[in-house]
């Protein structure tokens, strides 16, 4: 789990149950893979599969769901990275921003995705079938797709601040970073990413999520427990 950002790390842990007594040959090799990567200025909601729930990482990975961010942004400046901490490349105005103006922005991010997650689907929208994966919320790539944006908004502004809610697919950190400094570009300015966290992979969400004080055998037990059925019912729902 990583720990970028005054938030500090969390991570979810897929579903396996195992006994209470950590004692003897079983546990001298226990098996532990990661999820989806936080990179090391990232921090947020981070999967971990323990024994069994490794095959289960592999089956959420499978099912291609959304994952959610809150990504902060600052007018005014471009960096060599994207983000605030890069080597500064220029500074610009904000002043002629709005909420109006930076929305309409996002409304256009967000219809231009919408065509690519149509077409990456690979289903006739005019089908029943097509009609039904609509309703379940199932109409995602179901393989190797470019990022895709499904939602974005602006949760504030601020000027120079402002935060953003992003819900995408197959993404890393550094392109939400880069879809920060093209916003700006957009607004006849310049904006760099302050914030990246992940608040939700998948089915797993902050409330699932375990923080540094928490990693101990009980808590992790519970997590596991706790999250058990909607991994569950995820898998039967997209994967059948």
């Given at each position: 789990?990583?720990?970028?950002?005054?938030?500090?790390?969390?991570?979810?842990?897929?579903?396996?149950?195992?006994?209470?007594?950590?004692?003897?040959?079983?546990?001298?090799?226990?098996?532990?893979?990661?999820?989806?990567?936080?990179?090391?200025?990232?921090?947020?909601?981070?999967?971990?599969?323990?024994?069994?729930?490794?095959?289960?990482?592999?089956?959420?990975?499978?099912?291609?769901?959304?994952?959610?961010?809150?990504?902060?942004?600052?007018?005014?400046?471009?960096?060599?990275?994207?983000?605030?901490?890069?080597?500064?490349?220029?500074?610009?105005?904000?002043?002629?921003?709005?909420?109006?103006?930076?929305?309409?922005?996002?409304?256009?991010?967000?219809?231009?995705?919408?065509?690519?997650?149509?077409?990456?689907?690979?289903?006739?929208?005019?089908?029943?079938?097509?009609?039904?994966?609509?309703?379940?919320?199932?109409?995602?790539?179901?393989?190797?797709?470019?990022?895709?944006?499904?939602?974005?908004?602006?949760?504030?502004?601020?000027?120079?601040?402002?935060?953003?809610?992003?819900?995408?697919?197959?993404?890393?950190?550094?392109?939400?970073?880069?879809?920060?400094?093209?916003?700006?570009?957009?607004?006849?300015?310049?904006?760099?990413?302050?914030?990246?966290?992940?608040?939700?992979?998948?089915?797993?969400?902050?409330?699932?999520?375990?923080?540094?004080?928490?990693?101990?055998?009980?808590?992790?037990?519970?997590?596991?427990?706790?999250?058990?059925?909607?991994v569950k019912r995820e898998l039967e729902k997209t994967l059948g």
């Amino acid at each position: 789990p990583r720990g970028g950002g005054a938030q500090g790390g969390r991570c979810g842990l897929t579903p396996t149950l195992v006994s209470v007594a950590v004692r003897g040959p079983r546990f001298r090799r226990l098996k532990i893979g990661a999820g989806h990567r936080l990179d090391v200025k990232a921090s947020g909601v981070f999967v971990l599969g323990i024994g069994h729930g490794n095959k289960l990482l592999t089956d959420l990975y499978n099912c291609h769901l959304t994952k959610v961010y809150t990504v902060g942004g600052l007018f005014g400046k471009a960096t060599d990275d994207f983000s605030d901490t890069g080597k500064l490349v220029e500074k610009t105005t904000f002043d002629h921003i709005t909420r109006e103006k930076l929305e309409r922005i996002l409304a256009v991010i967000q219809g231009t995705n919408h065509k690519a997650l149509l077409m990456h689907s690979n289903i006739d929208m005019k089908t029943q079938e097509a009609y039904e994966l609509a309703v379940k919320g199932l109409i995602r790539p179901m393989g190797k797709s470019p990022p895709i944006i499904t939602a974005i908004r602006c949760l504030q502004l601020a000027l120079p601040e402002f935060q953003l809610e992003i819900h995408c697919l197959h993404e890393t950190q550094q392109y939400l970073r880069k879809i920060v400094h093209e916003i700006g570009l957009e607004l006849k300015s310049s904006a760099v990413c302050t914030q990246v966290r992940r608040i939700r992979d998948g089915v797993f969400t902050v409330d699932d999520a375990l923080l540094r004080t928490q990693w101990n055998l009980q808590s992790i037990q519970n997590a596991i427990r706790d999250c058990q059925l909607k991994v569950k019912r995820e898998l039967e729902k997209t994967l059948g």
